[in-house]
């Protein structure tokens, strides 16, 4: 069964507004942390925003929020005031307990397009 | 910030080479690396959990014998595509957590640059 689930292969943005990439969960560990990671074309993965389980508010870095709803098991993404400069793949990941290694399950991406 | 290296950036080869990448984290001991596939537009896929001074952990489905992996220092793991072929021809990524600072960040993974691959 998919760990972790973005519906949305493609988003649409325009410019200076905001934009809510959705992602969903399956774990039965109390203990997980969920990350986002922005990947531009040029391949590399910048870190965006951590949430974890426990945490008893969202999540904010910047103009990035972790719209984190522990009972639906979802962790969407809100980028606000969207730039130019937004446009990339959008992955969300989730760590799953304590001593899991540290692998990040991966879920299948968001390609988030933000219009002049 | 943590930083990881990955090199080489791009290789392209014949069909038959093996292919060495390395993933190196530069300002931070990585006891643990992870090293990743990607095909365009699809998500990452892990391949093996590199540990220092032990047998990488592979996941299931990846050919142990084509990707061979050595983590033989704190701050270096590599990564060899024995006898490339075409279907290898992929981005590699490797990644490594760094465990100072535990709290708020969630110690997140730090991703090298990543490496296309291309076989001919």
């Known amino acids: 069964a998919q760990k972790i689930t973005q519906t949305q292969p493609g988003m649409f943005v325009q410019e200076k507004e905001a934009v809510t990439l959705d992602c969903t969960y399956d774990t039965s560990d109390p203990s997980y942390g969920l990350f986002w990671y922005k990947q531009p074309s040029s391949g590399e993965m910048i870190f965006l925003i951590y949430q974890g389980s426990y945490d008893q508010q969202n999540a904010t870095e910047g103009r990035y929020s972790l719209n984190f709803q522990k009972a639906r098991k979802s962790a969407n993404l809100v980028i606000s005031a969207s730039q130019l400069g937004d446009s990339a793949m959008y992955f969300c990941a989730m760590r799953e307990g304590q001593n899991q290694g540290g692998k990040l399950i991966f879920g299948q991406g968001t390609e988030l397009s933000v219009k002049p | 910030g943590a930083v990881v290296s990955q090199h080489p950036s791009r290789v392209i080869c014949k069909s038959g080479t093996s292919v060495k990448i390395e993933c190196r984290s530069l300002?931070?001991?990585?006891?643990?690396m992870f090293w990743y596939r990607q095909f365009p537009k699809k998500s990452l896929m892990l391949m093996a959990t590199?540990?220092?001074?032990?047998?990488?952990?592979?996941e299931q489905g990846v050919e142990k014998d084509k990707f061979l992996i050595n983590h033989a220092s704190l701050t270096l793991s590599t990564l060899t595509v024995t006898s490339a072929h075409p279907e290898d021809s992929s981005f590699y990524i490797c990644s490594a957590r760094d465990l100072r600072g535990q709290g708020v960040s969630g110690q997140p993974q730090h991703f090298g640059d990543g490496t296309r691959l291309s076989i001919l």
């Open positions: 590199s540990n220092e001074g032990s047998k990488a952990t592979y």
């Open positions: 300002d931070f001991q990585a006891t643990t």
